[in-house]
């Protein structure tokens, strides 16, 4: 039987994307070939247990939320998470998929929604953009970007402008916290007319950077 090794698996609001507030199980998975310089899931690099397809179901199923996010790391690093996301959509779950971007995306489920970072600059790993992944993206997915500073945000406005992002998906502008204000991001969305949704973590509100949140 397939199985992946496994961070936690948590019952919580979702924090981000278009789906933020709606009670949410989160599956995340160990492991991720990246290293971004605002990472807040380090403990999520090495830590886990393996579990086959069907125990993650079964722990899934404790929960009454019909919401389900499968996150890492990077959960694309491991190959039979296309087979969960598939088995999570047949048992009738709402899916999203939260990746870094720099892994294809072109095989996972039609039936999930793809949350896909572009990485920036600031976070030290623009280079493992992957950015044929756009040719899949539709807009029942979201692209976002995760803002250092203003060098960030101008580099993002430069990538959405050229790439004409907004016709593909809806798009997400997101400030590291503790390092750009979300006051003065929304400002500059606001003076040059961004076609973007600005969000803060709202997990991080409300319980700040615990893990299983």
Same mark, same amino acid.
């Given at each position: 039987?397939?199985?992946l090794?496994i961070?936690?698996?948590?019952?919580?609001?979702?924090?981000e994307?278009?789906r933020?507030?709606?009670p949410?199980?989160?599956v995340?998975?160990?492991?991720?070939?990246?290293?971004c310089s605002y990472?807040?899931?380090?403990?999520?690099f090495? %830590?886990g247990?393996?579990m /086959?397809? =069907?125990?993650i179901?079964r *722990?899934?199923? @404790?929960?009454p939320?019909r919401?389900v996010?499968v996150?890492?790391g990077e959960p694309?690093a491991?190959k039979?998470c296309?087979?969960?996301l598939?088995?999570?959509?047949?048992?009738g779950?709402?899916?999203?998929?939260?990746?870094?971007?720099?892994?294809?995306?072109s095989?996972?489920?039609?039936?999930?929604?793809?949350?896909?970072?572009?990485k920036?600059?600031?976070?030290m790993?623009?280079?493992?953009n992957?950015?044929?992944?756009l040719?899949?993206?539709?807009?029942?997915d979201?692209?976002?970007?995760?803002?250092? %500073?203003?060098?960030?945000? /101008?580099w =993002?406005k430069s990538?959405? *402008?050229?790439? @004409?992002?907004?016709s593909?998906s809806?798009?997400l502008?997101?400030?590291?916290q503790?390092k750009?204000?979300?006051?003065?991001l929304?400002e500059?969305?606001?003076?040059?007319g961004?076609?973007v949704?600005?969000q803060?973590?709202l997990?991080?509100?409300?319980?700040?950077?615990?893990?299983?949140?």
């Amino acid at each position: 039987m397939p199985s992946l090794r496994i961070n936690e698996i948590f019952h919580s609001l979702q924090g981000e994307t278009k789906r933020m507030g709606l009670p949410t199980v989160f599956v995340r998975l160990t492991g991720c070939p990246l290293r971004c310089s605002y990472c807040d899931t380090e403990y999520a690099f090495h %830590d886990g247990k393996s579990m /086959e397809i =069907a125990e993650i179901l079964r *722990e899934v199923g @404790k929960y009454p939320a019909r919401c389900v996010t499968v996150t890492g790391g990077e959960p694309l690093a491991q190959k039979q998470c296309l087979m969960l996301l598939e088995a999570l959509c047949d048992k009738g779950y709402s899916v999203s998929i939260e990746t870094g971007g720099a892994l294809d995306i072109s095989k996972i489920d039609e039936r999930v929604s793809r949350i896909v970072d572009i990485k920036t600059p600031g976070s030290m790993e623009e280079e493992k953009n992957l950015w044929s992944n756009l040719d899949w993206m539709n807009d029942r997915d979201e692209i976002k970007f995760v803002l250092m %500073d203003r060098a960030d945000y /101008e580099w =993002a406005k430069s990538v959405l *402008e050229e790439r @004409k992002l907004s016709s593909i998906s809806p798009v997400l502008f997101s400030p590291v916290q503790g390092k750009l204000s979300p006051k003065d991001l929304a400002e500059w969305i606001l003076d040059d007319g961004l076609d973007v949704r600005m969000q803060v973590q709202l997990h991080k509100l409300l319980w700040g950077n615990e893990p299983g949140h």
